[in-house]
């Protein structure tokens, strides 16, 4: 769907160079997320990995030129997601 909608390399070589650091990491999970105004991921790291995928994507983000990105980790307490502001 990416290259139909004019983006030549798919999802992007950077998106799926961040999924593959996420992954080889050892993340449960990685995949493109958002509603198409920028390349970002979401990745699922097994409980006390949190810190090792987010400096996995740090470097890989580092090597792919990725200036302004950040990542997060989000917490999660034992009744789900909660955002607190």
Known sequence: MMRICGFLDGVGTEVRA???AARD???LGAKLTGAGGGGAIFALPAQGQEETIAEALRAAAHRAGLTRSEVFIAPVSETGWMVEA
């Open 25 to 27: 990491a050892g993340a």
């Open 18 to 20: 961040l999924i593959a």
